[in-house]
């Protein structure tokens, strides 16, 4: 299954995720979570996609097991018609993991035009939405639309940019404090393409993301630095934080895939406006990802570089909370957390809080969503 027909079929796959059989550490979460970011590290997740008879929870786990660990983001792409709180964002969230709620104006029919919600004529579904989000309490990554540049047919920069507007005007009436919005564009974005990122950038929003992936094509092998640096060089240029919301890399030459896991490792560390990466573990086919198989699973060796990486400390920090209300979070593997911490004050909207946050480090609420190396 290819991206794009992932999220036609993802309505009915969080509807129907199986969470019989598996016990899980509830996440003690409260309404009034600000923002989310890592100081010591960055955050390690992935996106997972099914095979033949699993459900996605089974994809999930079965990529865990691989890796030898919990992640603490796990990425739900979800077509127009799927609730952002759903059985899967459910099921994540309530075992100590920050999900990155994707949602796209596509789906089954068809899609929304950005021009219709800019105008205003999806209000009801967006602050419906917005509302169950923000009583859900937990706190969540949340992108609206990644990849426009992508979508023509749905219309253009300006279109998604007043939709992004739209939408972020929505959960701040709603009051959405639990949400961190990042604006998340492809790789080559950065580079220029599709009319550069000032084309694209929206008025308000936390942090920037990014997509890209090594696919290898005629032997242009593209390593992780390479196919972000444009990107981290955006965000530093404009303080924002960063965020690789999805990446992949094909197999190469012999061991070529796990030395790629092992050098963007490295990148990552010397790159501190990066808060956290997340690995689509898939197969694509059609466009220009087809015959391209991301999964971590296409060697030994890069499965093993895969845990590799997400067993160092780097990707192992603890993610951090600023609290309007001064509620301590225990960490997800049980226990009680630092102790009681004063609330830093609510700001005004989204992107102040996440300014705010930064500059209040004497007010951070640290809890591991990791949940450790995985048991039986």
């Not at 993802?10 to 509830?26: D, K, L, Q, R, W």
């Not at 003690?28 to 997972?48: E, H, M, N, Y």
């Not at 010397?270 to 391209?292: C, F, R």
């Amino acid at each position: 299954m290819d991206r794009r027909a992932f999220l036609k079929t993802a309505a009915f796959t969080t509807a129907g995720v199986a969470m019989a059989g598996f016990a899980e550490t509830t996440f003690l979460a409260q309404p009034g979570w600000a923002d989310i970011a890592s100081d010591a590290g960055d955050t390690f997740g992935a996106s997972v996609q099914t095979i033949g008879s699993q459900t996605t929870v089974e994809a999930l786990l079965a990529l865990e097991a691989m890796a030898g660990r919990r992640f603490d983001t796990v990425h739900n792409r979800m077509p127009w018609q799927t609730h952002l709180v759903n059985n899967y964002s459910e099921f994540i969230a309530n075992r100590g993991q920050v999900p990155i709620l994707s949602w796209f104006t596509r789906g089954k029919g068809g899609g929304v035009k950005w021009a219709d919600i800019a105008a205003g004529k999806q209000d009801d579904r967006i602050t419906a939405e917005a509302t169950a989000l923000k009583a859900a309490g937990w706190p969540a990554y949340f992108c609206f639309h990644k990849e426009p540049e992508n979508e023509p047919w749905l219309g253009n920069a300006s279109d998604w940019v007043a939709a992004h507007d739209r939408v972020w005007r929505i959960f701040q009436s709603v009051g959405v404090t639990n949400a961190t919005i990042v604006a998340c564009f492809m790789a080559p974005t950065f580079r220029g393409s599709y009319g550069g990122l000032a084309a694209w950038e929206p008025p308000h929003y936390d942090v920037l993301g990014v997509d890209g992936y090594n696919r290898n094509v005629h032997g242009n092998w593209r390593t992780f630095e390479k196919i972000f640096t444009p990107a981290h060089g955006s965000a530093t240029a404009r303080n924002r934080k960063l965020f690789v919301i999805e990446h992949g890399c094909v197999e190469g030459a012999p061991g070529q895939k796990a030395q790629w896991f092992a050098d963007a490792t490295t990148i990552a560390k010397s790159w501190p406006e990066l808060i956290g990466v997340s690995y689509n573990h898939e197969t694509g086919h059609s466009g220009k990802d087809a015959n391209m198989n991301y999964r971590v699973d296409t060697s030994q060796s890069s499965i093993n570089a895969f845990a590799a990486e997400g067993a160092t400390t780097f990707f192992n920090p603890s993610q951090i909370f600023y609290s309007t209300t001064g509620t301590t979070v225990p960490p997800a593997g049980g226990g009680s957390g630092n102790g009681a911490h004063r609330a830093t004050p609510k700001p005004r909207n989204v992107s102040d809080r996440h300014r705010a946050g930064h500059h209040h480090r004497r007010h951070k609420l640290r809890a591991r969503v990791r949940g450790g190396s995985l048991g039986a």
